[in-house]
């Protein structure tokens, strides 16, 4: 008997997610964008925050999917242009795993002792109401929300709220699918494919654009081109392919519970060229990002 589908729990994302990792350019985008833009972006700001990590010190505050690769790499750029000043970095993130993983990184990490660390075991809306309650509306430099947006209940007012953390001259940083991406394409025309398991919001840069156009806060847009390797998805029985699957679709054991019609279908509109393309045989998926800079 066939398995019910269903959603991954907490511990199956981080699997999934690092698959997803493993086989894009999704960090190395990231990458060349903290080393060409970041050091601009960050030279004006007064006070250091990243996007649910937060605060004359600078305070940063990071909010998102777990990075904290990345988000360290930004602390970095941080001391770098603003030098001997002590960073105040808060994290807002729910699950554990990525917290523990974040705290043996930066335990590891000897060249951040003028850095504060303060985590936040929290979505973004209970990080929120817990600020609401105790009517402490800390200000920060810098936030960074890294594809985070898909799963927050109610995105135009959890960025204005996010939007209203930052001090003067202060910085929000939201990363973002592009619609340039394949992933666009895939939920526009074929989201029919994707299981009701996937109970995120299928949203990319222009839906985000919109929201701050309507909020009337300046911000610039950068895309950054990414791909994803998932030619291991259309190979039978391979492990690695299902967690790639397991990841797009959210569904655990996606091609093993899935009906065969809508494993076919997705597997079809993976390979349409507005997805992907095809190079030396391997079959990769467009990841672009978008990379938008929000004033305060």
């Given at each position: 008997m066939i398995p019910p589908m269903r959603s991954l729990t907490a511990e199956e994302y981080v699997e999934?997610?690092?698959?997803?990792?493993?086989?894009?350019?999704?960090?190395?985008?990231?990458?060349?964008?903290?080393?060409?833009?970041?050091?601009?972006?960050?030279?004006?700001?007064?006070?250091?925050?990243?996007?649910?990590?937060?605060?004359?010190?600078?305070?940063?505050?990071?909010?998102?999917?777990f990075l904290a690769g990345v988000d360290l790499?930004?602390?970095?750029?941080?001391?770098?242009?603003?030098?001997?000043?002590?960073?105040?970095?808060?994290?807002?993130?729910?699950?554990?795993?990525?917290?523990?993983?974040?705290?043996?990184?930066?335990?590891?990490?000897?060249?951040?002792?003028?850095?504060?660390?303060?985590?936040?075991?929290?979505?973004?809306?209970?990080?929120?109401?817990?600020?609401?309650?105790?009517?402490?509306?800390?200000?920060?430099?810098?936030?960074?929300?890294?594809?985070?947006?898909?799963?927050v209940q109610d995105i135009p007012n959890t960025i204005k709220f996010f939007h209203s953390c930052l001090d003067h001259h202060g910085k929000l940083l939201i990363i973002i699918l592009s619609d340039s991406s394949g992933w666009a394409s895939l939920w526009r025309k074929h989201r029919d494919c994707l299981p009701a398991t996937d109970s995120g919001h299928y949203i990319t840069c222009s839906g985000i654009t919109d929201v701050l156009q309507r909020l009337g806060v300046q911000h610039r847009v950068y895309e950054l081109p990414s791909g994803w390797d998932?030619?291991?998805?259309?190979?039978?029985?391979?492990?690695?392919?299902?967690?790639?699957?397991?990841?797009?679709?959210?569904?655990?054991?996606?091609?093993?519970?899935?009906?065969?019609?809508?494993?076919?279908r997705l597997q079809e509109a993976l390979c349409q060229p507005e997805c992907s393309s095809t190079r030396d045989g391997r079959v990769i998926f467009s990841n672009n990002l978008s990379m938008i800079v929000v004033e305060s």
């Open positions: 999934a997610f690092k698959t997803f990792l493993d086989h894009s350019t999704e960090h190395q985008c990231m990458d060349e964008f903290n080393k060409e833009q970041m050091p601009n972006i960050v030279a004006g700001i007064t006070r250091l925050c990243h996007c649910m990590r937060h605060k004359a010190e600078p305070a940063s505050l990071l909010l998102g999917d790499k930004m602390i970095r750029i941080l001391q770098a242009v603003h030098p001997g000043v002590s960073i105040d970095n808060e994290i807002v993130e729910p699950n554990p795993q990525h917290v523990a993983a974040y705290k043996e990184l930066v335990n590891q990490a000897p060249d951040l002792q003028n850095v504060s660390f303060v985590w936040h075991q929290l979505t973004s809306l209970e990080y929120e109401q817990q600020v609401k309650e105790k009517g402490t509306h800390k200000k920060f430099d810098f936030i960074h929300m890294i594809q985070m947006l898909y799963r998932i030619t291991e998805c259309f190979i039978e029985g391979d492990a690695v392919g299902g967690r790639m699957m397991d990841f797009l679709t959210g569904t655990k054991n996606f091609l093993g519970t899935a009906p065969a019609a809508l494993r076919r």
